[in-house]
């Protein structure tokens, strides 16, 4: 027995199809997506989704009904050695390092009508449909439905859930178990985490939980008197800070990242914003001024140029220095001079500044700049994208810029790519440079690239162990 439903897009353009009761849903979104010359997508009925799994007859659909197709867009998400992507009919392909990430064989059942995705270093865990984290051994586990949002730490996740409470999995040592404080963790509107092992949960009535490797700031005993009415936490690799409603800040954890702010906490008043680097913390007050502490080399004193920080609106940073943007394009870097901290080449050109991306790793670093005209400028590390002398006439009209450890990727306006940097991190795209047409959006993990083009499909280059190489499952990257 058959049916006729209508399937609609958002455009009103519109197909009839007559469907058999004990065809499937994605059957149906697929046959839709055919006829009205769309991407896959999700059909839903009175704003809800309809599961792809389930029958005609099981949805409960009657002859007449009008259906919606919801067209989504691709996404990837990256770890470090390896990518996910998520494809327009909800389901997951993975490609790079099997042990971590890149092979999702064993949860792959449960990697259906996923909304998004989230990857830390070692695995990846999918939100919506029935759930499932995967990667290294100690964080793969099935997630419930009800999973609103997920944080991770190197090697442990937590997960928010509808109700406000939460749940964590992975390695207890960093941050993976969370019973000690369990009855805690109720209301819970963010949480943020220490990489090397620590979650700060801000609750609804703006208290901390914390819990994890007590160095790195999974103990904040110590300021728990303090951690009242927060209004934001920022991170550093270990360490926390808390910024409250009346703008001043409380910090934990290691004191060599930035946990012990002491030494400059009677200026740290009317604070908008906190950046982290990997060891060290900059504010941003109300009047544009700068404030800084933690590890010196990591950017923890601006004494040298604490006089130039002013009319500052947002900073950004490496794992070794730190740049602020000022209201009038300008910028102002401190830390590792050798790893973007000196400036000082190029400051006669970084005018009209809109936006600085930075490759970080822990032993070399640097930033690149977008200006207002579309064109980039660079400095820092040579070797790993501090230069970008030989692509420098082409990086024109640019839009966005991804980075990995050691390179760049540039989108341009008309939807090419530009690369630089060290080759075995992604600096070198030539390979696939006429794959390279009508780029929206570019995602990268420790060492490469995808980047996802506008009919849906996906380019992948740079170091294959880190998911440089995705031929094994480019049909199905083939939206």
């Known amino acids: ?12 353009r519109t197909v009839d199809l007559d469907v058999d009761l004990d065809s499937t849903i994605d059957q149906l979104s697929q046959r839709a997506s055919r006829q009205l010359g769309t991407g896959r997508g999700r059909l839903s009925k009175n704003c809800g989704v309809i599961d792809g799994h389930a029958t005609v007859e099981q949805c409960g659909l009657q002859d007449g009904d009008v259906l919606s197709l919801i067209e989504i867009p691709v996404q990837v998400a990256a770890a470090s050695f390896a990518f996910a992507a998520l494809l327009r009919d909800g389901s997951v392909v993975t490609w790079g390092h099997e042990g971590y990430g890149g092979n999702s064989w064993a949860v792959k059942d449960h990697l259906k009508d996923v909304q998004a995705i989230h990857g830390n270093r070692v695995a990846f865990a999918a939100i919506g449909g029935h759930g499932a984290a995967w990667g290294l051994q100690a964080t793969q586990v099935l997630l419930p439905a009800s999973v609103r949002s997920v944080t991770s730490t190197e090697q442990g996740f937590a997960a928010i859930l509808t109700d406000g409470s939460v749940i964590t999995w992975g390695d207890g040592s960093y941050g993976g178990d969370s019973r000690f404080v369990q009855h805690l963790l109720q209301n819970v509107q963010e949480i943020q985490a220490s990489p090397n092992g620590a979650f700060a949960a801000l609750l609804a009535d703006g208290s901390v939980v914390t819990w994890g490797d007590g160095r790195f700031g999974g103990d904040s005993s110590a300021v728990q008197d303090h951690l009242k009415d927060v209004h934001r936490i920022q991170a550093s690799q270990g360490a926390f800070a808390a910024i409250l409603r009346g703008g001043s800040v409380v910090t934990w954890g290691h004191a060599l990242y930035g946990g012990d702010c002491s030494g400059v906490q009677d200026q740290l008043m009317d604070v908008q914003q906190i950046q982290s680097a990997r060891g060290a913390f900059a504010a941003v007050l109300h009047n544009g001024c700068v404030v800084t502490w933690g590890d010196a080399k990591s950017g923890g004193d601006s004494g040298a140029v604490r006089h130039q920080l002013t009319g500052v609106q947002k900073i950004q940073s490496n794992r070794h220095a730190f740049a602020a943007i000022r209201f009038d394009g300008s910028v102002v870097t401190w830390g590792d001079p050798s790893m973007g901290g000196d400036s000082s080449s190029v400051q006669d050109r970084l005018k009209d500044v809109q936006d600085i991306q930075a490759v970080g790793h822990v032993a070399h670093a640097s930033f690149a700049a977008i200006l207002g ?22 990086l024109k009209d640019v839009q966005c810029i991804q980075a990995t450890e050691g390179a760049y990727a540039a989108v341009l306006g008309d939807g090419s790519v530009v690369t630089w940097g060290h080759l075995v991190y992604g600096g070198d795209s030539s390979s696939v440079q006429d794959q390279l047409q009508n780029v929206e959006s570019i995602q990268a993990s420790s060492g490469a690239f995808a980047a996802i083009r506008g009919n849906g499909s996906i380019v992948t280059w740079g170091e294959a162990a880190c998911g440089g190489n995705s031929c094994e499952v480019q049909d199905q990257l083939r939206n």
């Not at 027995?1 to 009103?12: A, D, K, R, W």
């Not at 005209?373 to 082409?394: E, M, N, P």
């Open 373 to 394: 005209d579309g064109s980039v400028v660079t400095w820092g590390d040579r070797t790993y994208g501090g230069d970008s002398s030989l692509v420098q006439d082409r």
């Open 1 to 12: 027995m058959s049916i006729t439903v209508q399937v609609c897009l958002v455009s009103g």
